[in-house]
């Protein structure tokens, strides 16, 4: 599985790179591609290869397009990393994007991230027709938005030091962190022209992932050393964030994620071996260490 995530995030980087290249210069760009390259495991995109091989859609058009969700999480983790946000100093081994760069070029850095997210879902290079690239965009831009991770993200800052009830844990880090993986789960089906229940069906598992990944950050946060995660970690308890381990306990939220982990797989069951990816997938999320 690791050499899979390896080659997707190769294949990722080496589309980014050559989307760059071919754009003209700007003075921003050093600072887009630092929190895009080296570092990140580039699980977005790996996720969305594998649910394509569910609806066996082209991989080098889900390449293409998993290089525009990592240019949204990027700039998520740029502003993310801001003095007025989490302001954190360390992200993926090295000084936050901010900190190397600057306040305000950090933060038109992420904003050009985002715009190039969209620039790359309706470029040429991206040969799909025109109706799917227009309704790939209209759901990354809700998924990135006020309902999505935007709309998360102020959550997460708003229930910092308060009592937080499960349900608006769980609405919280489904928009902060499932809304990117509910895109990534719905590209396949939205390309191969699939109904709206259809779609709802993969974006819905996309949400319990995005759940799953964001349980597994936390558990990160809880036991993890700095080093190790390339970020500071123990910092949730600290600035009083709600997440499912503080509600529930660290035993509690494993518990809790593998019962999440185990409604994914019955989702996908009338896949058979094809869901064989995503599920290694899934493991991968639940023990990793970064
Ligand atoms: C509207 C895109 C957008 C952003 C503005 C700052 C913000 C609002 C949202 C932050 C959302 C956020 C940082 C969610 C946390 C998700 C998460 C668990 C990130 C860590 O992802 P990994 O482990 O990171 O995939 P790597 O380093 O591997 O890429």
Excluded: W
């Amino acid at each position: 599985m690791k050499n899979k995530l390896i080659q997707v995030a190769n294949d990722t980087n080496s589309f980014l790179k050559s989307f760059i290249k071919k754009q003209k210069k700007s003075e921003l760009i050093s600072a887009m591609q630092y929190s895009l390259f080296p570092g990140g495991k580039k699980i977005r995109s790996k996720i969305l290869l594998d649910m394509g091989v569910l609806l066996k859609v082209e991989y080098n058009i889900l390449i293409a397009i998993g290089a525009a969700v990592e240019c949204i999480h990027a700039y998520s983790l740029i502003h993310d990393d801001l003095p007025c946000m989490d302001n954190d100093k360390l992200r993926r081994g090295k000084p936050s994007t901010h900190i190397k760069f600057g306040e305000s070029t950090a933060v038109l850095a992420g904003n050009s991230l985002l715009t190039m997210a969209f620039e790359i879902l309706i470029s040429s290079n991206l040969k799909i027709n025109e109706k799917i690239k227009v309704d790939l965009v209209k759901k990354l831009s809700e998924c990135s938005g006020h309902l999505g991770i935007a709309g998360g993200q102020y959550l997460d800052l708003s229930f910092e030091k308060k009592k937080i009830s499960k349900n608006r844990i769980i609405e919280m880090e489904i928009k902060k962190t499932g809304k990117l993986f509910s895109f990534c789960c719905a590209v396949p089906a939205i390309i191969k022209r699939k109904n709206s229940k259809s779609i709802k069906f993969f974006e819905n598992i996309g949400a319990n992932i995005g759940l799953l990944f964001q349980i597994a950050d936390d558990l990160i946060d809880f036991k993890s050393s700095s080093i190790v995660a390339g970020k500071k970690t123990g910092k949730d308890s600290k600035k009083g964030k709600a997440t499912l381990i503080s509600l529930l306990g660290y035993n509690n939220a494993i518990k809790y994620s593998n019962k999440i982990k185990f409604k994914i797989i019955n989702d996908l069951e009338k896949y058979g071996l094809n869901s064989n990816n995503l599920k290694k997938t899934l493991d991968y999320i639940l023990t990793r260490n970064k």
